[in-house]
């Protein structure tokens, strides 16, 4: 489970439990947030494998604090008659809830440039807007060109959306051919609940156009000369 802090439970997720053989095994479900704030939930606590067999997990970090935590769910079970279970058994299940210190914010997630002309200059710079819901977050972006020509950048290539809430990108078709060419910046925190975000990035370098002088030539030349 991801949540970021102060943020409303994520889904609840689902286990269904079954037995290898024909028997119909009966269990009991213990659960564990190994925390001092109990934030894992499990219904039901008990059941068989032929009938209400699904488990459905659910987390409530309420106010915990940014961070990792661990917490397991137990499932005993017992053969027909309340026999025991020679393997496997009891049967416990990890479970890891990531809270995040909040989510990255960007002004923009998708820009388009000017043309560029073939030769010509390249387009003004843009910039876009970086920032975080729930305290500041530290990033890190990189560019992708998807083409052996580098032709899109970005900067800073790392920073803090307090410190550095701005991002840079830029264009330069000098190198390529005419066409349409589309790259991504994909910035990354490891603190953010929906880290990766991808800013995708459209150019277009058109050809060049033959031009020559309109101005009207005149040559003159002396009879007989040269």
Do not use: C, E, R
Not at 77 to 84: F, H, K, N, V
Not at 106 to 114: E, N, Q
Not at 136 to 162: E, H, I, K, Q, R
């Amino acid at each position: 489970f991801t949540v970021g802090v102060n943020a409303p439970s994520p889904a609840a997720q689902t286990i269904t439990l079954t037995s290898t053989g024909s028997d119909v095994l009966n269990y009991t479900v213990a659960f564990q947030s190994n925390n001092v704030v109990n934030w894992l939930f499990v219904a039901p606590q008990s059941g068989a494998t032929n009938t209400n067999n699904m488990l459905t997990l659910s987390v409530i970090p309420g106010a915990l604090a940014a961070g990792t935590y661990s917490g397991t769910v137990t499932v005993t079970a017992t053969g027909p008659g309340g026999t025991a279970i020679a393997n496997a058994n009891p049967l416990v299940i990890p479970i890891t809830l990531n809270v995040t210190a909040g989510s990255l914010t960007l002004s923009a997630t998708d820009i388009s440039f000017p043309d560029q002309t073939l030769g010509g200059t390249a387009p003004a710079s843009q910039t876009i807007t970086i920032g975080s819901s729930g305290q500041s977050l530290n990033y890190a972006t990189v560019a992708n060109s998807n083409n052996t020509v580098t032709w899109l950048s970005v900067s800073p290539a790392s920073g803090n959306t307090t410190s550095s809430p701005t991002l840079t990108v830029a264009v330069d078709g000098s190198k390529l051919n005419p066409g349409s060419y589309t790259g991504t910046i994909v910035v990354t925190s490891p603190g953010a609940g929906n880290s990766p975000v991808t800013i995708n990035v459209h150019f277009k370098v058109n050809p060049g156009a033959l031009s020559a002088p309109t101005t009207p030539l005149t040559f003159t030349q002396a009879a007989g000369g040269p």
